[in-house]
Structures are given as structure tokens and as C-alpha cells.
């Protein structure tokens, strides 16, 4: 079994910051590429940012210097730093991991952190 945990959302004024956090935990052997999805009411889910294991990353445009991924391979976890949110920002958000088992490699989501960014 393998389980990813998120925390860290919640409600923010627009300017403001948040630090999502995305634990995985399980029968891993090694964690290759982590990420951060967000779906807003009515939309597709779409790609915010993401993380090979050896720490090159990716942001989607309308993210690009107002957020960043990290990641602690120590412990299997992956970070987004929000800073300047915006109300389009308003989203629930989802780590994603591509986990290496016993017999291969697994694409593992979390179960979603709302983030709500008003005044």
C-alpha cells in the first residue's frame, strides 16, 4: 500500500502565502517524478508544477515566480510554496508521485487540499 497526504490549504487573502506539503508513505522503493495539480469548479485539473528526482522542475505559465516546488527525498515528501495568490488560484490541489515497487512503477495521487484565495 501507498498513501500520499497532503496538508497545508486552507483560506488566504489575495497577496497572501501558503506551503502545501505531500507526504508519501508505503512499500516505496524509490520515487521518481512528484507534482502539483489544482482543478477549479468546472475545469480539467491541469499541471502547476512539477519535480524529476533529481530536482529539475517545471511551472505552469500563469504560475511561473509566484510559485515553488521542493522536494525532501528524505522524506519522501514534496512541497509548493504559494506566494502572491491570486483568486484564480482558488483550486483543489493534488500532489501527484510516480512510485517505483516491487513489481514497477505506479502513478499515486493525493486525495486534495482545498485552497481558496478571497478577501
Known amino acids: 500500500q501507498v498513501q500520499l497526504v497532503e496538508s497545508g490549504g486552507g483560506l488566504v487573502q489575495p497577496g497572501g502565502s501558503l506551503r502545501l506539503s505531500c507526504a508519501a508513505s508505503g512499500s516505496i522503493i524509490s520515487i521518481n517524478a512528484m507534482g502539483w495539480y489544482r482543478q477549479a469548479p468546472g475545469k480539467e485539473r491541469e499541471l502547476v508544477a512539477g519535480?524529476?528526482?533529481?530536482?529539475?522542475?517545471n511551472y505552469a505559465d500563469s504560475v511561473k515566480g509566484r510559485f515553488t516546488i521542493s522536494r525532501d527525498n528524505a522524506k519522501n515528501t514534496v512541497y509548493l510554496q504559494m506566494n502572491s495568490l491570486k483568486p484564480e488560484d482558488t483550486a483543489v490541489y493534488y500532489c501527484?508521485?510516480?512510485?517505483?515497487?516491487?513489481?514497477?512503477?505506479?502513478?499515486?495521487w493525493g486525495q486534495g487540499t482545498q485552497v481558496t484565495v478571497s478577501s
Open positions: 501527484k508521485a510516480d512510485i517505483t515497487r516491487s513489481f514497477g512503477i505506479n502513478r499515486y
Open positions: 519535480i524529476t528526482s533529481v530536482g529539475t522542475t
